[in-house]
């Protein structure tokens, strides 16, 4: 039921298709970084506004950004809560559990979201740590949503967003339950040298966007889990709708956008998210 109740919310409810609110930045890269471009940002009431005046699916974001809104937003619209975070502090490629499966029903989230880091030293320690909240969460009732990215000593910035690392790692978070699975956006391919080191036999097309996206829910139980597509640092409006039309071309669920919608001023960041809402429910 939690789970529908995010694919039946705001203006793509009933489509199959979602736009969702992440903003868990301020923990991942910094405050300031993440919303001195848009000061009215650093307000944990800003982004529940802008998601439920957007008419998005879920707003996602740590403990403390959830429960500052909680009460005002009481109902609004389905909230995940990330349940642990990273810093630009560290230097470890790992994450700490900042939340738990009560604090979620405490709050009234539908869902829960994680963090793995395929490839990291610490990945198999997220990987159990992923398992227990995901065994408690879904006995709870609530969905689980798991941002699956690649990074460790493996791979350089080429490899954590190679359309097959990204697919392996999708096909990862799969395999340990999430409902809903939210990656980068897949890039080219990589060197066939870099490629051999870490695994892949290449005979998958990769050559343009939609192509990639295709492989990445495919490697999902061929879309029998969402996959969602995340927005990275600041860009264009034209680079995003273009994005969003190959996510929706290849068969993705949607996006999950955070920097390009609240570091720009309100009003602009609703046009865009309405644009982007507009991309997805057109027929594919
Ligand atoms: P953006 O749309 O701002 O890229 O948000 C997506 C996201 O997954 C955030 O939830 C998270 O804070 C950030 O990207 C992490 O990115 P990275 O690990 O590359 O710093």
């Known amino acids: 039921a939690n789970l529908a109740r995010i694919l039946m919310e705001g203006k793509l409810g009933g489509t199959g298709r979602m736009v969702i609110l992440p ?133 350089d910035k080429v490899g954590e967003t190679a359309f097959d690392i990204c697919a392996y790692a999708a096909h990862m978070a799969a395999l340990m339950g999430a409902h809903i699975i939210k990656v980068k956006p897949p890039m080219e391919p990589l060197s066939l040298e870099a490629a051999k080191k870490v695994y892949i036999d290449r005979k998958i097309d990769g050559s343009d966007m939609a192509a990639r996206i295709r492989h990445i829910v495919q490697t999902c139980f061929n879309g029998r889990r969402l996959v969602v597509f995340s927005g990275g640092e600041a860009k264009g409006t034209d680079a995003l709708l273009a994005e969003a039309k190959a996510i929706h071309a290849g068969g993705g669920n949607g996006s999950i956008v955070g920097r390009n919608a609240f570091q720009r001023p309100k009003e602009d960041a609703l046009k865009l998210l309405a644009a982007m809402i507009e991309v997805y429910k057109t027929k594919a």
């Open 23 to 155: 903003v868990d930045q301020g923990f991942e890269h910094g405050p300031a970084r993440s919303f001195a471009p848009n000061p009215a940002a650093y307000d944990p009431h800003y982004h529940f506004e802008l998601a439920i005046e957007a008419g998005l699916n879920a707003y996602a974001a740590p403990l403390g950004m959830i429960e500052a809104g909680a009460a005002t937003f009481a109902g609004a619209i389905p909230t995940i809560l990330k349940v642990n975070s990273s810093n630009s502090l560290s230097t470890t490629k790992d994450q700490a559990v900042t939340g738990s499966v009560s604090d979620a029903l405490r709050l009234g989230c539908s869902a829960i979201g994680f963090t793995i880091y395929p490839g990291s030293e610490y990945q198999f320690e997220m990987m159990e740590e992923l398992r227990e909240l995901a065994e408690e969460a879904k006995a709870a009732g609530l969905a689980v949503v798991v941002w699956s990215y690649p990074r460790g000593p493996m791979l």
